[in-house]
C-alpha cells in the first residue's frame, strides 16, 4: 500500500499513519468515525452486501479501525445483511488495546427503530462483550425488555433514536459506524460524524444501491478536509475530517 497523503515524514505504513491520529470525546459525546466502501459510481453495495466491493487491503484498514475503536456501531440492516457477528480481536489486537487503556474486545452497537433483532443469533449469545442495542424509547416494551436482557439498552429519543443523546450514554470515546449509508446520513445530519474513511472499490457497478450516505439532503452540505489517502491494487483509501460549524 502506498501512502500518497498524511502521515510523518517518512511513514511509509498507511494504516500506522491513520491510526496514529488524534481523537477524543467532543461535545460529551464520543469521536465518531464511519467507515464505508464504495465503487467509482458510488455504489455502496453488490446484491445487496458490501462484501463484493471488498479486497485484502480494505479489509485490513477495516480490522485496524475496528481496533481503535471503543465501540462499533451498525445499523440493524446493516447488521442483518452483512450477518454481523461479535468482534473477536486476534491477541496481539487485545494487548495494544491493553496497553492504551482500551477494553480488551469492543462491543458491537446495533441502532434499531424496530428492535426486532435475531436474540438466538451470534451476535447476542456469543459475545464476549455484551452486544449494545440503541433505541428509541418508545419502541415496543416487550421488545426492549428483551433487549436489556440479550445485552445492554440505551434508549435515547422517540420514534427515531437521538443519536446525539444515545451517544453520550455510550460513555466511549471513541465510536466507529460501519452503516449503513441511513445511519451515516443521520448521524451527519446530527452534527455527529467527526470522520469519514472511504474506499473506493475500481469497479462501476450501476444499479440503484445506496450512496454512502442515504436521506434528506444536508443543508448546507457538510465541508470535509482530505486528511490522508493511500492505494493499493487500484483502490483508494481516503480519510475525511468534518469541519464542524463552518
Same mark, same amino acid.
Not at 494504516?15 to 460529551?28: D, E, Q, W
Not at 471503543?70 to 495494544?96: L, Q
Not at 459506524?177 to 460524524?193: H, M, R, V
Given at each position: 500500500?502506498?501512502? @500518497?497523503?498524511? #502521515?510523518?515524514?517518512?511513514?511509509?505504513?498507511?494504516?500506522?499513519?491513520?491510526?496514529?491520529?488524534?481523537? /477524543?470525546?467532543?461535545?460529551?459525546?464520543?469521536?465518531?468515525?464511519?467507515?464505508?466502501?464504495?465503487?467509482?459510481? $458510488?455504489?455502496?453495495?453488490?446484491? $445487496?452486501?458490501?462484501?463484493?466491493?471488498?479486497?485484502?487491503?480494505?479489509?485490513?484498514?477495516?480490522h485496524q479501525l475496528r481496533a481503535l475503536a471503543d465501540a462499533v456501531m451498525a445499523a440493524?440492516?446493516?447488521?442483518?445483511?452483512? =450477518?454481523? /457477528?461479535?468482534?473477536?480481536?486476534?491477541?496481539?489486537?487485545?494487548? %495494544?488495546?491493553?496497553?492504551?487503556?482500551?477494553?480488551?474486545?469492543?462491543?458491537?452497537?446495533?441502532?434499531? =427503530?424496530?428492535?426486532?433483532?435475531?436474540?438466538?443469533?451470534?451476535?447476542?449469545?456469543?459475545?464476549?462483550?455484551?452486544?449494545?442495542?440503541?433505541?428509541?424509547?418508545?419502541?415496543?416494551?416487550?421488545? !426492549? %425488555?428483551?433487549?436489556?436482557?440479550?445485552?445492554? @439498552?440505551?434508549?435515547?429519543?422517540?420514534?427515531?433514536?437521538?443519536?446525539?443523546? %444515545? !451517544?453520550?450514554?455510550?460513555?466511549? %470515546?471513541?465510536?466507529?459506524?460501519? $452503516?449503513?449509508?441511513? !445511519?451515516?446520513?443521520?448521524?451527519?445530519?446530527? /452534527?455527529?460524524?467527526?470522520?469519514?474513511?472511504?474506499?473506493?472499490?475500481?469497479?462501476?457497478?450501476? #444499479?440503484?444501491?445506496?450512496?454512502?450516505?442515504? /436521506?434528506?439532503?444536508?443543508?448546507?452540505?457538510?465541508? @470535509?478536509?482530505?486528511?490522508?489517502?493511500?492505494?493499493?491494487? $487500484?483502490?483508494?483509501?481516503?480519510?475525511?475530517?468534518? =469541519?464542524? #460549524?463552518?
Amino acid at each position: 500500500m502506498r501512502l @500518497l497523503l498524511g #502521515g510523518a515524514p517518512g511513514e511509509t505504513d498507511p494504516t500506522a499513519a491513520f491510526a496514529a491520529a488524534s481523537r /477524543g470525546p467532543v461535545g460529551g459525546r464520543p469521536w465518531v468515525l464511519a467507515n464505508m466502501v464504495a465503487s467509482v459510481d $458510488g455504489a455502496t453495495a453488490v446484491d $445487496g452486501e458490501s462484501r463484493g466491493l471488498s479486497a485484502p487491503a480494505d479489509r485490513r484498514v477495516f480490522h485496524q479501525l475496528r481496533a481503535l475503536a471503543d465501540a462499533v456501531m451498525a445499523a440493524a440492516g446493516t447488521v442483518r445483511a452483512d =450477518r454481523y /457477528g461479535p468482534a473477536r480481536p486476534a491477541p496481539e489486537v487485545r494487548a %495494544a488495546r491493553a496497553a492504551r487503556g482500551q477494553a480488551a474486545v469492543p462491543p458491537v452497537v446495533v441502532v434499531t =427503530r424496530s428492535v426486532d433483532l435475531d436474540w438466538e443469533a451470534p451476535l447476542f449469545t456469543d459475545a464476549e462483550a455484551p452486544t449494545v442495542v440503541m433505541a428509541p424509547a418508545d419502541a415496543e416494551p416487550a421488545r !426492549l %425488555a428483551r433487549a436489556a436482557r440479550a445485552g445492554r @439498552l440505551v434508549t435515547a429519543g422517540d420514534g427515531d433514536v437521538d443519536l446525539p443523546a %444515545a !451517544l453520550r450514554l455510550l460513555d466511549v %470515546a471513541v465510536v466507529l459506524c460501519e $452503516g449503513g449509508p441511513g !445511519l451515516i446520513a443521520q448521524l451527519a445530519a446530527a /452534527g455527529c460524524l467527526d470522520e469519514l474513511f472511504l474506499t473506493v472499490s475500481p469497479q462501476l457497478v450501476g #444499479g440503484d444501491a445506496a450512496r454512502v450516505l442515504r /436521506g434528506p439532503a444536508l443543508d448546507p452540505p457538510a465541508p @470535509l478536509d482530505l486528511a490522508g489517502a493511500a492505494e493499493e491494487d $487500484g483502490m483508494l483509501f481516503l480519510r475525511y475530517l468534518v =469541519r464542524h #460549524g463552518r
